[in-house]
């Protein structure tokens, strides 16, 4: 139930497009999107957070990899990432 | 020498005790310094010399065998699912998501990476972080750097290499025409073929590319046509359709998404008779029409709907008679679309012919002349800012024309030691203009900057450069060498740019020069008109003046030709050792030298005043 409002809360937001919970083995979870798309952000999104996480480890292995934004032409990618799940939200920055 | 000191004993004193007994020092030996001897001694010059203690090393290098690398990509198409559950069904999947959703793991992450992930999302809301502080600061005065080109990218034509490698003899051919892609600049479509009179191997390809930039090592669509091409354009209109011109005359058009064999080729007995060198699209309503220039003499304009015979025809004689035996060959094409009536041609004798394709009967097409160089004119270009203006490529000069002008060209740059092969005008600056050479160099000229020497002078290969294309923001350019390879060269930014002034400038000096010309072309009228008269009272008197001339003449003209060979080594030979000059030295020289030329001009008529 918390989760849900948590969820919820965060579509609510100014520019906000889309939301998904992504597991670790890329399994949709909750999404705001369509299958496909998102079966794609997932594929794609999961390879590059990993590959993130392993460079900040390597420059410092007591370091960890809190959080990834990826600011492209049209919008805004947020990934949380966590050890089982990814949250991930698409933003439209500009006011 | 020797010092001595002499001691002597008794023989029946020996053995004796001694005793010793103190004296003061006295002087044995006094030798007093020489100075004549200091002449003996040579200085040894001081000498650094350096030792060092390390093993021999020698350099190799080693490079391997270029790999073909291609690119792949995998679409994700549905997540990965445990292997009990089907992912097509429905139920089951919307189980596994209840499922996972009641895990407590799941609930804690999310309401940690909730907390997380909102904070950001505030923040993106809160401020644009990248949003433009200082409004766009009014370019700060242009360093002055030095002009200068980077090569971004060399296209060899590889498959000629790969294809060599199992047949040793096959041709290495000329790029012989380049032309960019209209829109997106990333395309370049090259046309090869051998120009070399009937050199044509049996096995040379006869096959032109269209290059993509991203990938230079395979030609994006490859071009097979019947025989080779020499000249090719994209269509402006329509970013599909290409012309080629081919070496035996005929015409054939592409159409890139129909693939690489040609779509309709104009048949061969109306077709030219050589190669053609020019073909250019028209503007037209229905952009479907182009017309091409050979060296048989002839101008043919087609309708590529229809290349079964063309739409009009112009025999280029300047005798205006219309007869093919005594047309010029054409060498070069040149069309501006904004006068889509007139355009002009370039011999292979070294005149341009400016003709207008609206006139009513056929010798009043061809409209003047130009007697310009000593060879073929290889390629002519309007100057996009003063369409009034022209470039003229050929022999060893180029020169700048302007068309009212017809005897001489306004300016022209000194001979250079090897031909020109091509040139064109910067489609961003209206005083930056390019030439290839065949000792393969490129040449930049900014006249406004320097007018005697290039601005810029790169060498870019080995091999005679044969083609030139600038793409049309004005930065990027590419050029054709004869052994195939296509090299694209970015030029600095200060080449690209148009300068503060430099309209206004560039406006002054062709108006000066053409205004200076037209004064020489009435002055040589008038003093022909007199020698005329003059000859018409004294006809005998003038010829013993030519008889006694010839030999004379021939000797002053072998002195002057030596004495000016000389004067230019020794100028080249000061220049190396003096280095790199200063710009603005240069500039001010400049701006004196035309001072002095404008002076020069009232001087000169008064001389000639005084001749008569």
Redesign the interface.
């Known amino acids: 139930a ?2 849900e409002e ?2 919820k ?2 579509q609510a ?4 497009i889309a939301t998904m ?3 670790a ?6 999404t705001t999107l369509d299958n ?1 798309t998102t ?2 952000y ?3 999104l999961h390879q590059l957070t990993t590959k993130a996480r392993s460079t900040v480890r390597d420059i410092d292995p007591q370091n960890d990899l ?2 990834l ?1 990826i ?1 492209s032409k049209k919008h ?1 990618i ?1 990934i ?1 990432p ?1 050890k ?2 990814l ?1 991930i ?1 698409i ?1 439209n ?3 | 020498m020797e010092i001595i000191y002499v001691y002597t004993r008794k023989r029946s004193e020996f053995g004796r005790p001694c005793s010793f007994s103190d004296r003061p020092a006295t002087v044995n030996v006094d030798i007093p310094p020489d100075p004549s001897m200091a002449s003996n001694f040579i200085l040894r010059d001081p000498v650094d010399s350096s030792v060092q203690h390390t093993s021999d090393m020698s350099a190799h290098e080693v490079n391997t065998e270029r790999v073909e690398v291609e690119s792949h990509g995998i679409n994700h198409v549905e997540g990965g699912w445990p292997k009990d559950i089907n992912p097509q069904e429905m139920e089951q999947t919307v189980r596994f998501r209840k499922k996972v959703e009641k895990d407590e793991n799941y609930v804690n992450t999310i309401m940690h990476l909730g907390t997380l992930m909102e904070h950001c999302v505030k923040q993106n809301n809160a401020i644009n972080i990248y949003e433009e502080y200082f409004g766009e600061e009014d370019a700060a005065e242009v360093e002055d750097e030095p002009p200068s080109a980077k090569t971004i990218n060399v296209i060899r034509s590889l498959f000629d290499v790969l294809l060599s490698k199992r047949d040793p003899n096959v041709t290495k051919r000329t790029a012989t025409h380049l032309s960019w892609h209209p829109d997106t600049c990333r395309k370049l479509a090259v046309a090869y073929s051998s120009l070399e009179f009937q050199q044509n191997a049996k096995d040379m390809s006869f096959e032109s590319y269209i290059w993509d930039l991203e990938n230079s090592n395979k030609p994006e669509l490859i071009l097979k046509p019947s025989s080779p091409l020499v000249s090719l354009e994209y269509n402006p209109k329509d970013s599909h359709v290409l012309v080629g011109g081919c070496y035996n005359g005929q015409m054939a058009y592409w159409d890139t998404r129909k693939g690489g064999l040609p779509v309709e080729v104009s048949t061969v007995e109306v077709s030219h008779r050589d190669p053609v060198y020019g073909a250019i699209w028209l503007q037209s309503k229905t952009g479907t029409e182009c017309f091409s220039a050979s060296t048989d003499g002839q101008v043919l304009w087609w309708d590529i709907r229809k290349l079964s015979e063309p739409t009009e025809s112009l025999v280029l004689d300047i005798t205006r008679k219309g007869l093919l035996e005594n047309a010029l060959g054409a060498i070069s094409l040149e069309f501006e679309p904004t006068m889509p009536t007139k355009f002009m041609v370039g011999t292979e004798q070294g005149i341009i012919i400016a003709c207008n394709r609206k006139a009513k009967t056929p010798p009043e097409k061809i409209t003047s002349i130009y007697s310009s160089h000593i060879g073929p004119v290889y390629a002519l270009a309007r100057n996009p800012f003063y369409p009034k203006v022209f470039l003229s490529v050929g022999d060893w000069t180029a020169r700048i024309w302007s068309e009212e002008t017809k005897e001489s060209s306004i300016m022209w740059t000194k001979c250079h030691l090897s031909y020109l092969t091509d040139g064109c005008w910067s489609t961003a600056r209206p005083s930056v203009f390019f030439t290839t050479r065949s000792d393969g160099t490129l040449d930049i000229w900014d006249f406004l900057f320097k007018q005697n020497d290039p601005s810029l002078s790169l060498k870019v290969c080995n091999e005679p450069l044969s083609s030139l294309r600038l793409q049309d923001n004005g930065c990027v350019i590419g050029c054709g060498s004869k052994l195939g390879t296509v090299t694209l060269l970015e030029i600095s930014s200060g080449l690209c740019t148009l300068q503060r002034n430099e309209k206004n400038l560039a406006t002054a000096m062709f108006e000066r020069e053409t205004k200076r010309e037209k004064i020489l072309e009435a002055r040589h009228r008038e003093m022909r008109l007199k020698e005329r008269a003059r000859s018409e009272g004294q006809a005998t008197e003038v010829e013993e003046m030519l008889l006694e001339d010839p030999q004379e003449v021939l000797d002053r003209a072998r002195q002057e030709f030596f004495e000016v060979i000389e004067a230019e080594m020794q100028k080249r030979t000061r220049a190396e050792a003096r280095g790199l000059f200063s710009k603005i030295k240069d500039h001010m020289a400049a701006e004196v030298a035309m001072q002095e030329e404008e002076s020069q001009l009232p001087k000169d008529k008064e001389e000639e005043e005084e001749e008569e």
């Not at chain 1, 083995?25 to 909750?30: H, K």
């Open positions: 918390e989760v948590t969820l809360r965060i937001h100014k520019g906000v919970v992504i597991n083995e890329g399994i949709p979870i909750r496909s079966v794609q997932a594929g794609l809190t959080f934004r600011r805004e947020m949380a966590d089982e799940y949250l939200v933003q920055p500009c006011e």
